[in-house]
Every structure is written in C-alpha cells, then in structure tokens.
C-alpha cells in the first residue's frame, strides 16, 4: 500500500528534523544531563514538527541504551513508537477526547507503572481542545505526577491553555521553518524518490506550504501525482495556482497608468481559467507585501520569501513606487481577502478591489497637498483614467520658465523696472522653483524697483502670503537681479485693516464680544491660507467656529 511522503519520511532523530534547533539543543542536553522534565508544552504553527519532537523525546527515553539523546530508530522498542502500537506511549487527540471523562481515565492510567519501557510518556495533540473542567481535572496531576510519567502537550493555540496548566510545564515555541530549509529538505526527498526537480518549482512547493513542513510535502507529493518524475516550474505554478511573472506584472503596470480597463481584462482572464478569486488575492497580497518589505529592507532581504525570478521581476517596480504607495495597496488588498471570504459575488468584489488599487495609484497623499500648499509647492500632477497628467486650471497652469536674462546684469531703474520686465523675471524665477503661491501673489500685486531697491504693493489676500514667505522671495530676488536686495511690502489699506481686525478682536475679548458671526467668517474666507485650501480642494468654507469663544 502506498505510504505518503509526509509518512515516509517523517523524522526519527532530533537531527532529521527540519528547523526548531533551539527545542533540539535543549533537550538533547536535558536527557543528557538527566535533567527530565515530567510535563512539556510544544507550541507552533502547524507542520513544524511538534509531534515528531513528542514521539522522538518518547524513543530517547524509553529506548534500550537510553535515556540517550540519539535512540536508535531500527530497535524495537523506537519501531514501536514511531508505529503507534506502544503500550507505554499513549497519543491522545483531545479534538474528540477533551472532556472531563476522558481525562479521569488518564489521571487512573498515570496511577500504574508502564508495561515494560522506563516511562510512561502521554502526548497529548491539540491540546488547547481540551475543556476548562477537564484541565481542571488535570491539574493535580500535573502538578505531583509519578515519577515514571511525561507528559507533553502539542498546541497551534498556546494562548488557550489556561495560565495554571502553563506554569506546571517546560514549554518550547516551535517557529515557521525557513523557506530554504524547506526547499533543501524537499530536494532531499526529490532526490530520494527519483524525481527531477527545477529549483523553483521547489520554491513554488515551499511557499504553498507557508513554512509548515507537512504542507510542503503534501503539496510535493500533489505535484509528483500529477507530473510524475520531472517536476517544472510553469508547470507546478500552474497546479499551485501561482499568479504568473506577467500577470503580477499587468496588475502593477494597470496601477503605474492608472488603467482600470485594463484591470477589468485581467480579472476576466482569471475567471475564464477557472481561477479561485480568494486563493488569486491571497497570493496577490503576498506579492505586494514582498514588494513593500524589499522597498523597506533593501532587495536582497532575507525577510522576504520568494525565488530568485521573483526577487528579479521585483527591481524595477520598486523605483516605481514609494512605500507608502505599497502599504496603501497592501491594506487594499487584505481589505479584499475579508471580503471575499464571505462575499458570494466572488467576481464583482475583485473588480471593485482591483480598481480601487488603480485609483489609489492616482491619490496624492493629504500630508503632501497640505504640505505643499503650506510652502507655496504645487502639489503632485494628478492623473487621468488613462495615467496622463490633467490639465491643471487656468489658475494653476504655469507658463513655460524663461531664463533671467538679467541675472548678474547690472541693474535696472526707473520706469522699466516697474512696467513689467523686472516682474516677470520674477515669476519665471518662482516658477522654476515651483512656488505657485509666490507666483500667484506677485501676479496679483504691484511690484516696482529701483536699483535694490524692490517695493511690492500687496493687496489685503496677498500681504500675509508675502510676509510669510519673505525670505524665499529675498532669495529668488537675490537670484534675479545678483545682489542683496532690499524688499519692501507695501499694505493696500485694505490689508492693514485685515490685519488691525484681529489685534481689535483680542483686544475686546476680555470684554466677551469677538465680534459678529458675518466678521469671522469674512475674515476667515480672507486668510490667504484659509482661499489655498479651499483652491487647492476645490471646495468652500461651510461654517466658522471662533476658539476664543469655546474656551472656558
């Protein structure tokens, strides 16, 4: 009868099992130092070897020549172990046997001698199954067993077992085994059986198995079925469900164009090969999460499990996006999973999600924007449906930037300055450093000059905008005209009774008035910050609140 890999080539010494060399270490020196604990948790995820350990540490205490940190599996007392048929190593699933009953007839069992090894050894699987009565039951035992008993308690969930059963025992965290201890270990199986093996259709099997052991070998053992004695990568990506270099590739290049038609034609192509929508956004979500690690750690990370084609394709979508990009579309993504585990409109929920990561492509991040317009920056080009830059508003557009033909030129006066040229070196300076605040502010104003000597009449919207940024405006007039300037702000008398309002307001607040709901709001809708945002957002101010009035 055919035996399972997994079966077949389940461990029987401390050193054939994969990973988990710290549990190895300590308790080979324990048995060696006959330090023998009477209970143990072993804890992991599943696969990682739990109950191999149990049944090993069962052979390296009851075998002839031990206790012994290397029993011998060929003798017949380990043959017997690693069979199930011992009568001094009882295996108990507490999935069907967790309740109280069942555990009073091990407390009487523990009461009598084994059979004929030195111990009596109770492994114990899924034991977080077990019911609050039943470990209550269990606890005496536990705590003052026979000398002769071990007990060891195999668990996905350590967290349910209850604090004083934890405290009675050694306990051991079993770990994910490394993605290349896998695929070397499968490698060792392949070349046992006589199959033929590229590298990374042995990374595709590895990393279904998520780094549970037994996964990866019942996954080899599907791909041996049903390719037989040579086993190649397309092939087994194929059978895995594995998305493919390319599609990965039209996925990211539809959200670099912001093409959502092209999204839609790739998850027609998903259904129409029959593929699971769930399992495609899990290994999509794997994908992007690699991505957005590489673009933390660096593209040769070892926090990153993928094949070497993988870790290739990946470099050049790295430079395309930033991280936060990456974060964005990876929480897009685990969003999707959760909805696709309880949606029935299996495809209508992809869509919905994929496009989401092409519009979430074109969002330019609010602390950018409110950053941008904090410094006078134009913000991001945003993007059309089809990836191109929109046209920005007439506001907005910029005129193409001519060279100051007047820098380090000696320098003007009289009515030349003031008619236009001076101003205009100006704006095509503040337009290369791309200040569009400045720009739109010296547009709007009245700038003369004579020598270095330069005078800017500013209206009552524009006056705080220039103050604000004086020394960038030093700078770019420096730049222009080639050497120190002396600017000077000249307040229409609308601006100054902008600027009185406030200093009237504080003034009077002691006296509880700060003025009329229609004063806060003209002047809130004057602030040159308050008239950028609402520009920038295209929208309007909807209500004023005064602070002052909701302090107590």
């Not at 070349?191 to 080899?220: I, K, Y």
């Not at 790295?318 to 969003?335: A, C, P």
């Not at 696709?340 to 919905?352: G, H, V």
């Amino acid at each position: 009868m055919y035996q399972v890999i997994a079966r077949k080539y389940r461990p029987q010494r401390f050193e054939e099992v994969v990973g988990q060399a710290h549990v190895k270490l300590t308790i080979k020196n324990a048995i060696a130092q006959q330090r023998i604990a009477h209970a143990y948790i072993f804890s992991g995820p599943r696969g990682t070897g739990k109950t191999t350990m149990a049944r090993i540490l069962a052979m390296a205490l009851n075998w002839e020549g031990g206790p012994s940190s290397s029993p011998d599996p060929d003798s017949q007392v380990c043959k017997e172990i690693a069979a199930g048929s011992s009568l001094d190593v009882v295996e108990i699933d507490a999935a069907s046997n967790r309740g109280i009953d069942s555990i009073r007839e091990l407390r009487e069992s523990v009461k009598y001698r084994p059979v004929r090894d030195r111990y009596k050894v109770f492994i114990i699987d899924e034991a977080h199954q077990i019911t609050t009565d039943a470990f209550n039951a269990l606890l005496k035992t536990l705590e003052e067993p026979p000398g002769w008993t071990v007990f060891v308690l195999c668990t996905t969930e350590p967290q349910a077992i209850p604090a004083t059963i934890a405290s009675r025992c050694q306990s051991f965290a079993f770990q994910s085994v490394e993605l290349q201890e896998v695929i070397q270990h499968l490698a060792k199986i392949c070349a046992s059986e006589g199959v033929a093996a590229d590298d990374d259709a042995l990374t595709a099997v590895a990393l279904a198995g998520d780094g549970s052991v037994r996964d990866s070998l019942s996954t080899l053992d599907q791909a041996i079925a049903a390719f037989g004695s040579k086993l190649e990568t397309q092939a087994v990506r194929d059978l895995l469900g594995v998305i493919p270099s390319e599609g990965t590739a039209r996925i990211l290049g539809a959200i670099r164009d912001g093409d959502p038609a092209a999204m839609l034609a790739l998850v027609d192509d998903l259904f129409q090969q029959g593929r699971n929508a769930q399992h495609f956004c899990g290994e999509l979500t794997r994908q992007f999460r690699n991505l957005m690690v590489m673009k933390v750690a660096g593209h040769g990370t070892r926090l990153v499990s993928a094949s070497h084609a993988e870790r290739e394709a990946a470099k050049d979508w790295l430079e395309t996006f930033s991280q936060d990009d990456l974060t964005r579309y990876v929480q897009i993504l685990l969003s999707l999973y959760q909805d696709l585990q309880q949606s029935t409109q299996q495809r209508f929920r992809l869509e919905i999600g994929l496009l989401k990561l092409v519009h979430a492509g074109r969002l330019a991040q609010i602390e950018e924007v409110l950053s941008g317009l904090a410094l006078g920056k134009a913000p991001r080009p945003r993007i059309d449906g089809e990836g191109r830059p929109r046209a920005a508003p007439p506001s907005e557009s910029q005129a193409p930037p001519t060279p100051p033909s007047a820098a380090g030129s000696a320098p003007e006066t009289g009515a030349a300055a003031s008619a236009g040229g001076f101003k205009e070196q100006l704006v095509d300076s503040l337009l290369q450093a791309q200040n569009q605040t400045l720009v739109d502010a010296v547009r709007a104003s009245r700038v003369e000059r004579q020598g270095r000597v330069v005078t800017i009449h500013a209206s009552a919207d524009w006056f705080a905008t220039f103050k604000l940024d004086l020394p960038v405006l030093e700078a770019t007039v420096t730049a222009v005209i080639g050497a120190k300037p002396d600017v000077r702000l000249v307040a229409s008398e609308a601006a100054r009774q902008a600027e009185q309002r406030p200093r009237d307001s504080s003034a009077n607040a002691g006296a509880g008035s700060s003025g009329s709901d229609d004063d806060i709001s003209a002047r809130a809708e004057s602030d040159p910050a308050v008239q950028a945002f609402t520009k920038r957002f295209e929208g309007r101010v909807t209500n004023v609140v005064d602070l002052r009035e909701k302090t107590p």
